[in-house]
């Protein structure tokens, strides 16, 4: 539904984004997920014809956004970092004129403009004049002209910003409502929010996508690494029972009878951990398998934090690329 090839945008000097390539399928629920400046609006204002590349292209449905961007718009509805919404116009007008704009059929008209305001909850203040309304209001009246139009494609840029956590929990479960009906791209510098509604996520920074996959695939980001807690009732020392043993990436022991053994590798690979513990006897309380948090690998991939070792990101973006998570979404 969206294809993104090579795309690049320089502003002067400055590459904002950097040869981009992902694609997204009907009905993926895709988060865009970096820091600060790292390319998300500038990336979804060239995907929505807002802005053109400095090379490579985007299509949507098929269509290249600047080839063909009236057959673009017609299928996209935007939310832009700064909703344009007109101060001066009441909700309900406003809707209705971007419902025209974006050629909906007259006799549709009144029913999506009614189906938009029920599901951004706009309906105790739809006389009202968008200038009157608080911040997280002209958020939803944002987010409701995006969807006026029933497009196929739904582009949201940090659709939450703004609003009280009530609020936030109200667009997560319309994003959730909308699963299914449309394929969905959002923005957000906000791990939980892409943890909470999406099931894919893109990492951009500094222009870049240093990773791409399933949520699942991206807590296990490290080679398929899992840690494993592990709590013996003796004193056994784990280094020389499991020394060699197939799958053990490293082994260390944070306090008695207690150790933490980073594994790479399937159920082969704990049962033979369990296996060696309980022959050697070490009465084994518990073993704990847990994945690497997504938290630690957004961090580890943007700021290059892993555990309070500082990490070059450039050297991480490397090694997520090489570990075959770059473009493995399909
Ligand atoms: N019109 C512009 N002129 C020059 N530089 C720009 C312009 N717009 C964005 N940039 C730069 O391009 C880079 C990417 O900006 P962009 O707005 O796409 O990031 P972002 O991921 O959306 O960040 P944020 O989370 O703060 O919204 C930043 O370094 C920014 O300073
Ligand atoms: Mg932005």
């Given at each position: 539904m969206i294809e993104v090839r090579h795309l690049t945008k320089d502003y002067g000097p400055h590459r904002?984004?950097?040869?981009l390539n992902f694609t997204l399928n009907k009905g993926d629920v895709v988060g865009f997920l970096g820091p600060n400046g790292a390319g998300k609006s500038t990336t979804m204002k060239i995907i929505t014809g807002f802005m053109a590349p400095t090379s490579g292209e985007a299509l949507v449905g098929g269509f290249d956004v600047f080839e063909n961007p009236i057959e673009v718009k017609r299928r996209i509805g935007y939310l832009p970092e700064t909703p344009p919404v007109y101060l001066d116009m009441s909700v309900q007008d406003y809707l209705q004129y971007v419902a025209e704009l974006k050629g909906v059929e007259k006799n549709k008209k009144s029913a999506l403009v009614a189906r938009a305001i029920e599901k951004t909850n706009l309906g105790s203040v739809q006389k009202r004049m968008i200038g009157n309304l608080s911040k997280g209001f002209r958020q939803r009246v944002g987010i409701a002209q995006a969807l006026v139009s029933d497009p196929d494609v739904l582009i949201l840029d940090?659709?939450?910003?703004?609003?009280?956590p009530k609020q936030v929990a109200e667009i997560r479960d319309l994003i959730q409502e909308l699963r299914g009906q449309h394929t969905i791209i959002l923005s957000t510098h906000i791990l939980s929010e892409v943890q909470a509604v999406c099931e894919k996520a893109i990492i951009i920074n500094k222009g870049r996508i240093v990773a791409q996959d399933t949520i699942e695939n991206l807590s296990r980001v490290d080679k398929g690494q899992l840690r494993l807690h592990i709590r013996l009732a003796k004193d056994l020392n784990l280094s020389q029972t499991l020394g060699g043993a197939q799958g053990i990436v490293k082994i260390e022991s944070p306090k008695s009878k207690e150790w933490l053994v980073d594994v790479s590798g399937g159920d082969e690979v704990l049962e033979n951990i369990s296996g060696l513990i309980v022959q050697a006897k070490g009465g084994l309380l518990e073993l704990t398998p847990s994945k690497l948090d997504l938290e630690d690998v957004f961090l580890k991939l943007t700021y290059g934090q892993d555990s309070g070792v500082p990490r070059d990101p450039q050297d991480s973006a490397t090694n997520a690329i090489s570990t075959g998570v770059q473009g493995g979404s399909k």
């Open positions: 904002a984004i950097d040869n940090e659709p939450t910003v703004g609003l009280d």
